[in-house]
């Protein structure tokens, strides 16, 4: 069992494999969860939790930075062992009553996560009676945090600040690496970069709420993806990222984002053609033709 890594005072690390959860609070005090890690994973997340906070402790709340599969996956499952409520934005309401399917990802903006989105899950889920929307300028049980609209990478996407020691927790508005290269995503080496490029459906959106968070000049940040990150460097890094960030040269939102509101999808600009597919199709069907004639040849042999 991986254990919790305290990355500031009163708040702890787990990574679960490529996504992070985060935990404030101290043991024997109030705590909340900050995210919840892919589906499946509610147990590792429950042992990890109980070493840090006692056996039979529980949250006070599970807050969401958004409701994508790989941050609200054992979200319902830990909620419904804690008998503790899931709170979200009121944007990601729809998505998490299977009222909407998120706006399906782009896997045409290019890249290594963009590749492997074809291959991952962008519907709904249904928390049911668990879900509470956040409250303007409050976020439960751990004083002194400060939750911020940071929409672009989904509709409702939110990050948790505490002004206090300046410490971030970011969620998917941006991450500490490089998820677009193979080698970013498979060394995890510590960098600033855009998270989850094929998920982010408005990317103007998305460029706003990155300067927004750079202007907080964050010591620490902990981000869905990557290790988080705290040096003397960071809020200048961060500044430096923020203006030059860029959307991607091509892609289905790139020029047009998704149009939602509280009820989800509104309109979706047309999907680009996608040649992998296709591809994927040519070369199980020349394999097969190869493998069909290999299988012949046996045949007239014997």
């Not at 498979?186 to 600033?192: A, N, Q, V």
Request: one cysteine or more.
């Amino acid at each position: 069992m991986k254990p919790i890594t305290r990355i500031a005072p009163d708040v702890g690390w787990l990574p679960i494999s490529f996504v992070n959860v985060y935990f404030i609070g101290r043991p024997g005090g109030a705590w909340a969860m900050v995210d919840a890690g892919l589906p499946g994973r509610a147990h590792q997340i429950l042992e990890a939790a109980e070493a840090r906070f006692g056996s039979g402790s529980r949250p006070q709340a599970i807050l969401l930075t958004h409701g994508h599969w790989d941050h609200a996956g054992s979200a319902l499952a830990l909620a419904e062992i804690w008998d503790v409520p899931i709170l979200a934005h009121r944007m990601e309401k729809p998505y998490l009553t299977a009222m909407s399917d998120y706006p399906p990802p782009d896997p045409t903006v290019g890249g290594a996560m963009a590749f492997l989105s074809r291959f991952m899950p962008s519907g709904s889920r249904n928390f049911g009676d668990r879900l509470r929307e956040l409250q303007p300028n409050e976020v439960p049980a751990v004083a002194g945090w400060e939750w911020l609209a940071t929409p672009g990478h989904s509709p409702g996407h939110v990050s948790f600040f505490r002004p206090s020691d300046r410490v971030l927790l970011a969620g998917d508005a941006f991450a500490t690496m490089n998820m677009d290269s193979w080698a970013g995503l498979i060394s995890g080496k510590r960098t600033l970069a855009r998270a989850g490029a094929p998920f982010n459906t408005d990317w103007d959106a998305t460029r706003s709420s990155v300067k927004e968070l750079a202007k907080l000049r964050p010591n620490v940040v902990g981000c869905g993806h990557g290790i988080p990150r705290c040096d003397a460097e960071l809020p200048a890094r961060l500044e430096q990222f923020a203006e030059r960030f860029r959307a991607p040269r091509t892609g289905r939102y790139v020029r047009r984002p998704a149009r939602t509101d509280e009820r989800g999808i509104i309109s979706l600009p047309p999907a680009p053609f996608d040649p992998v597919p296709f591809a994927t199709a040519g070369a199980l069907i020349l394999a097969g033709i190869a493998l069909g004639a290999g299988y012949l040849d046996d045949q007239r042999r014997r």
